[in-house]
């Protein structure tokens, strides 16, 4: 027996004015499964992963999260958006609250949880993405790589069912990149479900079951990450590959 | 200057109600100002339409006009009265349109604040579940806030120099220039000292006003 998809996208289109952004998108991601979006700038990876926790709507089609097809607005929406993390490019952290209240804040507020429960839980997965020792500095005091692993802590609060990465990376000095990969890819072995929007090769082929090839708004191959790195099918794959293969 | 300080006690009387109408209006200027700009950027049309409305048309009208509607339109012609002691019926009334007034340029300065606030963080909340009410209370306006405090002090510098618009427009409080025009037209009082020393109450108001909101606002910046 196969077990139901935890994230299901059917048909999904979505338009920016005359812009077609994405243009019949079926995919869907099982449980525990870390799926990798890669492709040309502007092919519409971040508005994918935004659809998924509905910071932007969609024209037609069918988003459900386990089960359940995301409500339009209202508190629905917001309970269900508590399933769904999201790491974002550049971090979001709540200026002027401490690391432990950027990380204890949707807990204690959405989840009703009391603060000193919220609290131990904070200090926990502050200690996971090895930034404990930070807890009370405000964001600015941080430096990126700091800043993205509270994120992710705070992310993580929620318990969510999946969580959505858009280009967690991209943002941060070369030395830093590793320390954010390294705790994504001890979240992958520890089953989190994943969606992560990154060109970063090395995290796809050692945490990625799936790469997922979007370009110009159309998902245009599906492979696993070895297979889609030495053989892609595609021209528009083989030719996105060599460029940023060669710089 | 004697005559000025023979008649301290008026003067004092004078601003003590001066002070009562700007605390007053500058409590009710900032809810009002933070309700305008909760309804200016919610995501219900109307609301905004309204909060719209309001502000640009009572931002653009002169504060003389709007008291002297409070004043000789509601309080006077309509005969809606606040309180039964004449004195208290034209505080209050004035206090309304001080506030009706005021609460605009709250939610100007307000306004300008949000928009400060990098968008980023908002969907950040409204990702972590938070509702747009959650959102606007625990993210944005405590942010925009801290952003306007600078602002929010020369709206309110503002407001204790417009009190003495009341008495002009009819609405007889006897706040500081009520007093002073008053001390000029029994002629108890040389007419120069006496503006001199009424000027400088202002300025014993006003300028702890403007140290205290710059100090104010260094104090609580956002670091980003
Ligand atoms: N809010 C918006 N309004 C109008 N157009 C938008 C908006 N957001 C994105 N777009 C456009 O939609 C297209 C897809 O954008 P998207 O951000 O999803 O691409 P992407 O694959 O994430 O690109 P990148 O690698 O540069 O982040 C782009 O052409 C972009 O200019
Ligand atoms: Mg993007």
Redesign the pocket.
Known sequence: MKATPLVVLENVDKH??D?H?LRDINLSVQRGEVVVVI??????????C?TINRL?TIDSGVITIDGSPLPAEGRGLARLRSDVGMVF?SFNLFAHKTVLQNVTLGPIKVLKKSKAEAEARGMELLERVRIANQAHKYPAQLSGGQQQRVAIARALAMNPKVILF??PTSALDPEMVQEVLDVMTDLAKEGMTMVV?THEMGFARRAANRVVF?AD?QIVEENTPDEFFTNPRSERAKDFLSKILTH | MEAFFSNIDKVVDGFSWTVRLTLLSALFSFILGVILTAMRVSPVPLLRGISTAYVEGIRNTPLTLVLLFCGLGLNSALGLHLSDQVMWDVFWWAVIGLSAYTSCFVSESLRAGINTIPVGQVEAARSLGLTFTQNLRLIVIPQALRTVVGPLGSVLIALTKNTTVASVAGLGVQEASRQMKLMFDQGIAPVLPTFFGFAVGFLILTLPMGYLFGWLSKRVAVVR
Do not use: H, I
Not at chain 1, 39 to 48: A, E, N, R, V
């Open positions: 920016f004015g812009l952004v492709g040309p700038s502007g092919s519409g990876k971040s508005t994918l935004r932007e490019q858009d280009e929007v979007m708004g």
